[in-house]
T-cell receptor
Framework: DVKVTQSSRYLVKRTGEKVFLECVQD?????MFWYRQDPGLGLRLIYF???????EKGDIPEGYSVSREKKERFSLILESASTNQTSMYLC??????????????????????FGAGSRLTVL | DAKTTQPTSMDCAEGRAANLPCNHS???????VYWYRQIHSQGPQYIIH???NNETNEMASLIITEDRKSSTLILPHATLRDTAVYYC???????????????FGTGTLLAVQP
């Protein structure tokens, strides 16, 4: 099974601290995503990456940056944490290729594997 | 993405089939129907997807009406561990890049009762 591992399940940080959230996937997926989830707002896309060193802004990139130096790792960085960044952060990955490297039907583009989430509290 | 409508909550007895409906009356021809679920305090989990035909995997079955305006997710023998929020999403598939902005609505809270 594809596994998406997020480095920290729970974090508590102070306002102004720099925060790193790490995500690693073990199935050679091309695409990786960072979402945040807040009550009443659902999941919102922060950034995504479809290749090493490539990144695209999602719907709410302000206050965040990302890094993808290796295919399996996608990091979310909060340069200066603020209380409104208290949230559940979810990393996900996807691929259009099966484990044999064969291109699958386009419907698989929206099949994401999520990590367990990192609950960040900023005080 | 086509708008989807789901009941807010449903109950199901353990061991019975759980049938979760979803309406997507404005779905277009290239939009797939996806189902995810989210167990409390965990990340969403993909269940199944389909375009026109009914689909089955080890987790569930997906029944799509002939006019594609609605679908039903079936968990054949619900267990307590199936208690979760279930999300129905209608979205085009795509090749190439990855603007996979999945929009999770409020979903259906399925409570499996012992």
């Amino acid at each position: 099974d594809v596994k998406v591992t997020q480095s920290s399940r729970y974090l508590v940080k102070r306002t102004g601290e720099k925060v790193f959230l790490e995500c690693v996937q073990d199935m050679d997926h091309e695409n990786m995503f960072w979402y945040r989830q807040d009550p009443g707002l659902g999941l919102r896309l922060i950034y995504f990456s479809y290749d090493v060193k490539m990144k695209e802004k999602g719907d709410i990139p302000e206050g965040y940056s990302v890094s993808r130096e290796k295919k399996e790792r996608f990091s979310l960085i909060l340069e200066s944490a603020s209380t409104n960044q208290t949230s559940m952060y979810l990393c996900a990955s996807s691929s259009l290729r099966n484990p044999l490297g064969q291109l699958m039907t386009s419907g698989w583009a929206n099949v994401l594997t999520f990590g367990a989430g990192s609950r960040l509290t900023v005080l | 993405d086509a708008k989807t409508t789901q009941p807010t909550s449903m109950d199901c007895a353990e061991g019975r089939a759980a049938n979760l409906p979803c309406n997507h009356s404005t779905i277009s021809g290239n939009e797939y129907v996806y189902w995810y679920r989210q167990i409390h305090s965990q990340g969403p989990q993909y269940i199944i997807h389909g375009l026109k035909n009914n689909e089955t995997n080890e987790m569930a079955s997906l029944i799509i009406t002939e006019d594609r305006k609605s679908s039903t997710l079936i968990l054949p023998h619900a267990t307590l561990r199936d208690t979760a929020v279930y999300y129905c999403i209608a979205r085009p598939g795509l090749y190439g890049g990855a603007t996979n902005k999945l929009i999770f609505g409020t979903g259906t809270l399925l409570a499996v009762q012992p």
